[in-house]
């Protein structure tokens, strides 16, 4: 059901967070579940899986433990609705339903319960969640996924469901910008401003998002500090989720091209706009945290796979989105306080035309936006979208090193 209106006069409360204490061996789970994964320590010598996280295999003593992506299955043991709490955070949202579940791999799990789990027993997918306090914590799913399923209030806290909620996009100009407005408004976001810097130019497509009753356009020059404040000073306010995927992007590496004009631009838009724009949105944004059902909850930052390792044909726009990655981190440890999730994406080549010399897969814009809206209903705080950027992603993890060495060689 469509949430009721905040009575403006009505004072946004200071947010409360569930409790955010994690020792350093449980920060897997919540590194797993920020990228949308189960994970639990197995044990590499006797392949035992066990729960809670700790530094040695509970049955065997080996400290040979690998966090393993797990399916969640199990059986409800029991449940209990919680009426009474000392923590704030929970006492704001009882009655809260938590139950055991013991998993089919063996250990058992004290989860908090999705609305339309049964009673026990019953069989249930566990997964585990970011809360709003940015930590895993683990939830009893219906073994099949529902209609509105994230519509649960307890899983709802948990995302960033774009459902019902005002959404800003700073960039309609381009293919991306407009795709990722259409799936916001079939997401059933309540209203989405679409930004645009020269408004008097003719846009392919623009006229078509626009004339969405929920898409409005908004004049937003992210390279302009003073446009940027002046649109936070007129929708700031009601803005509950950012999107910014304003972006430059040029094709050159350092020799091809003399002067430095085209790499300022790329880092006036990439970074230095992203800076602008969290100044001017950040504050109310982090304000309204607490805002009723429909509170502002995220802000999305249109990164690229090439901000984890430079590749030199497209080698200043790498080196903007470096940047522009590590402003984000910065952005989401000044925001997880205030309990405003930072998404960050990171995709492959696009589909578009500074990517015309690459070989496919590319990505289109609307496998991006349909990523970016799964990304926020799932709560989760980093998103590869397609193929590219997946296997880009995993030869990082193997080796930075290797994969320097082969995005230098193209075609070794
Ligand atoms: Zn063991």
Not at 30 to 50: I, K, M, N, S, Y
Not at 248 to 270: C, K, P, Q, W
Request: aromatic content about 6%; proline content about 7%; overall charge neutral.
């Amino acid at each position: 059901m469509r949430p009721q209106r905040k009575n403006p006069i009505l004072r946004t409360p200071r947010i409360n967070l569930p409790p955010g204490a994690r020792g350093r061996v449980a920060l897997g789970l919540t590194a797993a579940a920020a990228e949308g994964r189960f994970e639990l320590q197995a044990c590499e010598d006797c392949g035992a899986v066990q729960y809670p996280p700790r530094e040695a295999c509970s049955r065997c003593l080996s400290a040979a433990l690998r966090w393993r992506r797990q399916g969640g299955e199990g059986r409800l043991l029991t449940s209990t609705t919680l009426r009474h709490s000392n923590d704030a955070f929970f006492r704001e949202r009882l009655p809260w339903r938590i139950g055991v579940v013991q998993l089919d791999v063996g250990p058992s799990v004290i989860v908090h319960l999705h609305g339309r789990v049964g009673e026990p027993p019953a069989r249930v997918r566990v997964g585990a969640r970011l809360d709003r306090s940015g930590q895993a914590v683990l939830i009893g799913l219906p073994e099949q996924e529902i209609v509105n399923m994230t519509d649960d209030p307890g899983l709802r806290e948990m995302n960033s469901d774009p459902k019902f909620r005002k959404v800003l996009v700073t960039d309609g100009k381009t293919a991306i910008g407009q795709a990722i407005a259409k799936a916001m408004v079939d997401a059933g976001a309540e209203r989405v401003w679409l930004g645009v810097a020269e408004p008097w130019k003719k846009l392919p497509g623009f006229d078509r998002i626009t004339a969405l009753p929920q898409v409005s356009p908004v004049p937003l020059d992210l390279s302009d500090g003073r446009s940027v404040e002046e649109l936070a000073g007129e929708i700031g306010g009601k803005v509950d989720i950012v999107v910014n995927d304003a972006e430059v992007h040029r094709t050159f590496g350092i020799a091809s091209r003399r002067g430095t004009d085209a790499a300022r631009a790329e880092m006036d838009i990439n970074y230095f706009g992203a800076l602008r724009l969290a100044q001017a949105f950040g504050p109310a944004l982090k304000a309204r945290a607490a805002d009723g059902v429909a509170h502002a909850t995220a802000w999305v930052n249109l990164l690229s796979i090439y901000a984890l390792s430079n590749f030199p044909s497209h080698g200043t726009f790498s080196a903007s989105k470096a940047a522009a990655f590590s402003l984000a981190q910065c952005l989401r440890a000044e925001m997880r306080p205030a309990g405003i999730r930072v998404l960050n994406v990171f995709p492959g080549p696009m589909d578009d035309e500074w990517n015309q010399n690459l070989p496919p897969p590319k990505l289109g814009a609307a496998a991006l936006a349909a990523a970016i809206v799964r990304a926020l209903q799932d709560g989760v705080e980093d998103v590869y979208p397609g193929e590219v950027a997946q296997e880009w992603l995993e030869r990082w993890r193997e080796n930075p090193k290797v994969l320097e060495r082969e995005l230098s060689a193209p075609g070794d």
